[in-house]
């Protein structure tokens, strides 16, 4: 079987992870990997053998605010999507006349190209659900959001990542399936309170939807003089990092919340920090949850999107609906043996989140399209 994956860029994180870890758990052979651009993931593609191939391409959405300016650049942006993709669209059907493609599998829902392409030439296709575009990046489809659900709908078979994302598309599709993402697990790992080092730990971009003020703030409200710190690990925009700095300052934090920037050892700072804050607004499905929970990390997770279904709230971890909420069990949680949340948070994930599960599941997904 010769699979097309298609993904929206060539970064390494989030959903192209998801995909590697998918290649990998499903052990495929025979696959292409079509990306818009050059970047970081074809070093990763060339290590693990597989073939990849530049077409750029563009996404069927864009950011839309209620300002005037943003207004008039998403209408730049239809019309400069709009003629890349056509050019791209012919130059893709040129490669399916030379290849013998069973499945086209679009990694992102932001991308349509792909559905385009094997509704042209009668391949069967995947579209992988990972994103709700609006709610998460505040994006509207250049067609009506009802006209996408409906090419959603239609499509051969669909993988949502979490049921908050089927819900929020209205997937009725008869070959929909929720497929929670693959992550890499550290085998055989107990953390004892003992090593458990004095941190809360944020991890992700940094964005205000990612949360991170409300991290600071909840963490300057519960700190009270305690010889603690908060971690926040990942990167974003100057203008964020800078507010970021600034409410340091403000709050008197200077040696308690640290910017480590991007670091290659998360599931380390995991493992010993006293917990997680998960404090994304709308988390489709989320990778750094799934992460934490199988490196023996408690998890202080948002009562919304995907991490509500990750977390039973006080038997694998705890969910907030405040910042107050927040700064209350960060302080409960500062106290307490969590050994016995985490051992049960961990044996979860074991069961719904690493990558023999997943290969499980998408086996499913590719015999039902024979």
């Given at each position: 079987m010769q699979v097309l994956f298609i993904v929206n860029d060539a970064g390494i994180y989030g959903a192209n992870l998801s995909l590697v870890n998918m290649i990998k758990s499903f052990n495929f052979k025979d696959c292409l990997v079509l990306v818009p651009a050059k970047g970081p993931l074809l070093s990763l593609l060339d290590q693990m053998s597989i073939s990849y191939l530049i077409i750029p391409f563009r996404f069927n959405s864009a950011v839309y605010d209620s300002d005037l300016f943003s207004r008039f650049l998403y209408v730049v942006r239809l019309c400069y999507y709009w003629i890349l993709n056509k050019y791209s669209y012919f130059r893709i059907l040129q490669v399916l006349n030379k290849k013998n493609i069973d499945i086209i599998h679009t990694n992102d829902n932001r991308v349509s190209i792909g559905f385009e392409v094997a509704k042209r030439k009668c391949i069967r296709h995947v579209w992988h659900m990972r994103e709700f575009l609006d709610l998460d990046y505040n994006m509207r489809p250049f067609k009506s959001f009802r006209k996408l659900c409906e090419d959603f709908n239609v499509s051969d078979s669909v993988i949502c990542v979490s049921e908050a994302v089927k819900k929020h598309f209205n997937i009725q599709n008869k070959n929909a399936r929720v497929i929670y993402n693959a992550v890499e697990s550290i085998h055989n790992l107990h953390t004892t309170k003992a090593e458990k080092e004095?941190?809360?730990?944020?991890?992700?971009?940094?964005?205000?939807?990612?949360?991170?003020?409300?991290?600071?703030?909840?963490?300057?409200?519960?700190?009270?003089?305690?010889?603690?710190?908060?971690?926040?690990?990942?990167?974003?925009?100057?203008?964020?990092?800078?507010?970021?700095?600034a409410i340091i300052q403000q709050e008197n934090l200077q040696g308690k919340v640290i910017l480590l920037g991007y670091r290659s050892d998360s599931?380390?700072?995991?493992?010993?920090?006293?917990?997680?804050?998960?404090?994304?607004?709308?988390?489709?499905?989320?990778?750094?949850?799934?992460?934490?929970?199988?490196?023996?990390?408690?998890?202080?997770?948002?009562?919304?999107?995907?991490?509500?279904e990750l977390i039973e709230h006080r038997i694998t971890g705890f969910l907030f609906n405040t910042n107050d909420e927040l700064a209350r069990y960060m302080e409960i949680v500062l106290e307490m043996d969590t050994t016995d949340i985490r051992?049960?948070?961990?044996?979860?994930?074991?069961h719904s989140f690493t990558e023999e599960v997943y290969a499980e599941q998408l086996k499913k997904v590719y015999d039902s399209l024979k």
């Open positions: 004095r941190y809360f730990l944020f991890c992700g971009s940094l964005s205000e939807k990612k949360g991170v003020f409300d991290a600071i703030y909840s963490f300057s409200k519960m700190l009270n003089g305690q010889d603690l710190q908060l971690y926040i690990a990942g990167t974003g925009p100057t203008r964020i990092v800078k507010k970021i700095e599931k380390e700072l995991m493992r010993k920090a006293i917990a997680l804050l998960m404090c994304s607004k709308h988390e489709a499905f989320g990778r750094v949850t799934a992460e934490a929970m199988l490196s023996d990390c408690l998890v202080i997770g948002r009562n919304s999107g995907g991490t509500s051992n049960k948070a961990k044996e979860k994930a074991i």
